[in-house]
């Protein structure tokens, strides 16, 4: 990763999540080793939730639909439907779909 041709990269936002000020401590845990209490989350901001929600139903609807998303995702499409409904699903699901989302 640290060699060859370096290309432009780009980033998407979705959602905001808000973080402390102290930035959770981030350099004493890089020399001390990761500390799970330090791990301060405020959760996404306000209207975040709404927002994200509002986009990832259009990228699916222009991805192809639920199920096309479920079989290239590796996730079931009842989870696929629970997220349109705007229920929660587990960070680790959303990140698999938002990758495939992304990918296209």
């Known amino acids: 990763m ?4 370096t290309r432009r990269r ?3 936002v979705t ?5 402390g000020k102290e930035a959770n401590e981030w350099e004493p845990q890089f020399y001390l080793g990761f500390d799970e209490d330090e ?7 306000p209207n975040g939730s709404k927002r994200l929600l509002g986009t990832l139903k259009a990228e699916v609807r222009a991805f192809g639909g639920q199920r096309r998303l479920a079989a290239e995702s590796g996730v079931s499409r009842r989870t696929v439907s629970r997220l349109m409904r ?3 699903i587990r960070r ?3 990140a698999r779909i938002l990758r495939v989302l992304n990918a296209r």
């Open 2 to 5: 640290d060699r060859g041709v």
């Open 10 to 12: 780009y980033v998407y």
């Open 15 to 19: 959602a905001i999540r808000n973080i």
């Open 39 to 45: 791990q301060i989350d405020y959760g996404i901001a």
């Open 86 to 88: 705007g229920r929660k």
């Open 92 to 94: 680790a699901v959303m």
